[in-house]
């Protein structure tokens, strides 16, 4: 890596960190003390760059003006579009940086009821080939969807339109979570295991949603990729708690000690997904780590799921 992209990725990660910290979750008013002199300050090493000069007069024109929880919040979503432009141009450079993920209720909301249609999907029909071809049929959608979406900016425009209330800023210009989600559908359906299926879409749908609302609201903690602490504890809580309510019913025949512990090593395995997940979508990794993690553990004491 040039020093030159070195010092963009440093400048990345810094505005990122900035910008996460002026959410509706947890901003407070005495943040704005806190934030101007960093964002002085970052407006005065993207001055330095000539490339960074749009980035550095923004900035500088409107950092000052700064006051109220309305305008921080505003500031945000304009400068949403030029922080995803950088990290567009270090991606191609084979450098990652964190995508930018405001709280979103609508979306988490999304989430969780994504997850309990899909659990009802699966209770329904009750066949392993059946959920295969439905899942199949969802992720031949998706793709065929993100495909037009490349090839017609107006059809893109139109899909970001519609699902504005539940999509991420980075996903105008990336295949969206959804489509990942649907092709790890289509994997977890392929092991012919409805325990599986429903161990990852329960992880992810409540554990994922859980840790996005603690990790932004009460995160101190720092780990990775701007995960929290708080955040990875709030997954692996949650998700255990309704992977195995969601076991006992599927099989209760596993036990309450063995559910309890199967629920525990997706919802761990899922938890470590969402922290190192960067290059990869989640919404991806987290379904497939999960059932993975129950695979495994199956797998070491001998028990069919």
Known sequence: MTSDLAEDRDLALQLHKVLSEIDPARWRDEMAAVLKPKLHELQAKFAQRAHHAEL???LEA????LDTRHQWLAFKKRLQPAYIELAKRL????????SLRPTNYARNVFHVTTAVCVVALLMVLNNPPLVLGVAVA???AAWTTELSRRLSPRINGLVMKVFNPVAHPHEVQRVNSATWYTTALVLLAATQSTLLCVTGVVVLGIGDPIAALVGRRFG???LLHGRS???TLAFALSATVATFI????FQPALGVGLALGLAG???????LAELFSLRVDDNFSIPLSAAAGVALVTALLHVAV
């Open 62 to 65: 409107e950092v000052p003006g």
């Open 91 to 98: 991606k191609a450079e084979s450098i990652h940086v964190p």
């Open 220 to 222: 101190r903690i720092k």
């Open 56 to 58: 550095a007069s923004t």
């Open 229 to 231: 602490l708080e955040g």
């Open 265 to 271: 090593a997706a919802s761990v395995a899922g938890a």
């Open 138 to 140: 969802f992720a031949i």
């Open 246 to 249: 969601a076991f006992m019913v």
